[in-house]
């Protein structure tokens, strides 16, 4: 009975370890990390580069802030750089798949699979998708916004930030069914869009390396985290190697 016990716990010090490995390496600023302090991006700038180039990049002093609701609406799709400075963030729990990732997943058990285009944040164990969240703004309206995750978590610590040049972005259309209710509950006008700041060509061109470092982060948190786990198992049983 006790050998029992005993795998019971190690195979559950293992899950563990698993699932801290997959959170840590999802939620792992590495863009932020590997791309290091970059140039503010000027409002000159904006005028001699596409846009594309400049989205993710760091905003400068003169760089339009969207403020409020009516900022928001006037600004143009897909040509504007503007940022924001939230005060709060919001998770909608759902996100849509990133541009730079394939909508087929192959594998030799199954072969050809094709992504879902929109998911529940839970079940993106490989950073594939882009959550959906709602801004606050200086004047308590709301907006909706997709940003790296390093910036999530300092908006969650209370930190006071910038966000990177951004821009207006149409929403998913098969997200909308799933945070309907969620931007109504905040005011949000969807059909006014997203505030987009994630850098797709940035990303595009690393992704390999990304996600090797994921990969090893996550094995190397359930390695450590489930060896420690399974000590103090059997440090508690008193198990003899």
Known sequence: MKAFIVKILEFAAVIIGLIAGVFLSKNFGLESIIRG??????????EEALIDDLIGMPAGS??????????WSDTWWDISCITVEPTQI???????????????????????????????????AFDEYAEYYLLQLPDHSYILAQMPIDYVWKLKLGQKITLP???????NRQAVSH?????????????EGVFYCINDIW???????????????????????????????????????
Not at 181 to 189: F, I, P, R, T, W
């Open 90 to 124: 919001i998770s909608t729990g759902i996100a849509v798949r990133h541009p730079w990732v394939s909508p087929y997943r192959r594998s030799r058990r199954t072969g050809t699979r094709k992504r879902a285009e929109v998911t529940y944040t839970v079940l993106d």
């Open 165 to 171: 040049v951004g821009k207006k972005h149409a929403v």
């Open 179 to 191: 945070i309907r209710d969620l931007c109504e509950k905040y005011h949000v006008d969807i059909e």
């Open 203 to 241: 990303n595009e061109e690393h992704n390999m390396l990304l996600s090797i470092i994921r990969l090893v982060i996550a094995f190397g948190t359930m390695l450590i985290l489930g060896t420690v786990l399974i000590t103090i198992a059997h440090k508690i049983l008193k198990v003899k190697d």
């Open 37 to 46: 302090k970059e140039q503010a991006v000027t409002l000159a700038m904006t």
């Open 62 to 71: 003169d760089i339009p802030r969207i403020e409020t609701a009516q900022n």
